[in-house]
């Protein structure tokens, strides 16, 4: 495959790559048949920003193949490995989801930079989630949602990526703070993710929180039971109005010297 020089790779067209990241940055050239061939080979190295993002760049990336005959069977095989890999947990539950407060005032200040802000913050959930044994469900916009077999790992890592959020360097100095809803449930396990009241409740619960706020329903802590990690204590808040499900007690997850 020839080299595509810093020259050659400014004339490229945003479509002749597979994946153009937040910041602009062009991955997997697909311009002709040698380098369709090295992105499919390359295409589990990158690191993609969410599910959507990965899903419309293997899109592009087929359709490549398919239009320099190249029949991508490991490929294939591959990715189908990959999804099944996730091994969301089902049964009983635990759902953290995440979002940033006034993410659009945060947009209007950064501009084009809010996208580092997003990259940055989907990395540090990502990277404590999976610490933590959790799995990850969905990334969208500034949204996150994993889901644990643990109760009471899901309330570690909520604690973690808040700690890791107000350590973070962000562009500007800017604060960026992040809100948190944990809930337990059975939720139903489809081919398409998860289905059931226990979603819309712990995203309802997110929303509820502030920012640098952990919001964990009733549920959630009778499943942690024993288990709270030391120092960690959940203050009853009282009952919130949450849209189309009635009113529940929350409880705020604080930790010691918060």
Do not use: C
Not at 118 to 140: C, F, M, N
Not at 215 to 229: C, K, N, Q, T, Y
């Amino acid at each position: 495959m020839a080299k595509l020089d810093a020259s050659k790779r400014r004339k490229l067209r945003d479509t002749d790559f597979a994946y153009v990241d937040p910041r602009g940055r062009r991955r997997l050239p697909i311009n002709d048949e040698s380098h369709v061939r090295n992105a499919l080979s390359r295409f589990n190295q990158v690191v993609f920003e969410d599910e959507a993002s990965r899903d419309r760049a293997r899109t592009r990336l087929l359709r490549a193949a398919k239009k320099y005959a190249i029949v991508p069977v490991g490929f294939v095989t591959g990715q189908l490995r990959a999804i099944a890999g996730r091994d969301l947990p089902s049964g009983a539950v635990t759902f953290l989801m995440t979002d940033i407060e006034e993410s659009t005032a945060l947009l209007l200040q950064l501009g084009d930079r809010y996208g580092s802000v997003l990259t940055d913050a989907r990395r540090i959930a990502r990277s404590v989630v999976k610490r933590a044994g959790g799995q990850e469900v969905d990334a969208r916009a500034d949204e996150y949602f994993a889901a644990f077999r643990s109760a009471a790992a899901a309330v570690g890592a909520a604690l973690a990526i808040r700690h890791r959020f107000a350590e973070h360097a962000w562009p500007d100095g800017v604060a960026v703070r992040v809100r948190m809803g944990i809930h337990s449930g059975r939720p139903t396990l489809t081919d398409a993710g998860y289905v059931g009241i226990a979603v819309h409740t712990v995203a309802r619960i997110s929303a509820a929180a502030r920012g640098g706020q952990i919001l964990i329903s009733r549920a959630a802590l009778a499943s942690v039971g024993e288990e709270l990690p030391a120092g960690v204590r959940a203050v009853e808040l009282g009952a919130f109005g949450l849209k189309g499900l009635g009113s529940q007690v929350l409880f705020e997850v604080s930790a010691a010297g918060e």
